[in-house]
């Protein structure tokens, strides 16, 4: 399986994915971990001042590319 995302692509959560991770928050994929066909990714999300919020795993559902 082709992965969505690739490590260290910047992407934006879709959702609250946690309880400091609200919907559209900015982040990069650090790592991906592909298993029988299913993608999932480790993603450390940041403020608007770069500074770490949380690092997170989650599915390719739960991110999109980040459009500026």
């Known amino acids: 399986m082709k992965e969505k995302f690739l490590e260290y692509d910047v992407i934006q959560s879709k959702s609250r994915l946690h309880v400091d ?3 559209k928050t900015i ?9 029988e066909g299913l993608a999932e990714y480790e ?6 001042n770069g500074e770490a919020l949380a690092v997170v795993t989650v ?8 459009v500026v």
């Not at 993603?43 to 608007?48: K, Q, W």
């Not at 599915?59 to 980040?66: A, Q």
């Open 43 to 48: 993603v450390e999300f940041v403020d608007a």
């Open 27 to 35: 982040g990069t994929i650090l790592m991906v971990f592909s298993l």
């Open 21 to 23: 991770v609200p919907a």
């Open 59 to 66: 599915s390719e559902n739960d991110l999109e590319w980040v």
